[in-house]
């Protein structure tokens, strides 16, 4: 059984930056592919930012640029680096897994979702 737990969420002023971070347990984290994904109010779920198991990185449009996912598969942990935060960021944001094996084109989301941690970006 794969657990993920995220952390890091908060308040934060437009133009700050925040890190995210997606603890695994239960499993051999490092051949999951794993992605951040987001749901803002009144909006659908939308994939943030992805890494795979083979280290290749996704990004949505949005956040190009402004956001940086990494992975350290010693610590079975993923990470989501965002800076220049904008109001539009506001959501909660969930971590995902997908056992793929060693792979490097991102096909999520997998089967294994966090309870997610809110980021909020106001002044």
């Known amino acids: 059984q794969v657990q993920l737990v995220e952390s890091g969420g908060g308040l934060v002023q437009p133009g700050g930056s925040l890190r995210l971070s997606c603890a695994a347990s239960?499993?051999?984290?490092?051949?999951?592919?794993m992605g951040w994904y987001r749901r803002a109010p009144g909006k659908q779920r939308e994939l943030v930012a992805a890494?795979?198991?083979?280290?290749?990185?996704k990004y949505a449009d949005s956040v190009k640029g402004r956001f940086t996912i990494s992975r350290d598969n010693t610590k079975n942990t993923m990470y989501l680096q965002m800076n220049s935060l904008m109001p539009e960021d506001t959501a909660v944001y969930y971590c995902?897994?997908?056992?793929?094996?060693?792979?490097?084109?991102?096909?999520?989301?997998?089967?294994?979702w966090g309870q997610g941690t809110q980021v909020t970006v106001s002044s």
């Open positions: 995902n897994a997908d056992r793929t094996g060693l792979v490097v084109v991102y096909k999520g989301p997998g089967a294994y």
């Open positions: 890494i795979t198991s083979g280290g290749s990185t």
């Open positions: 239960g499993t051999i984290f490092s051949i999951y592919s």
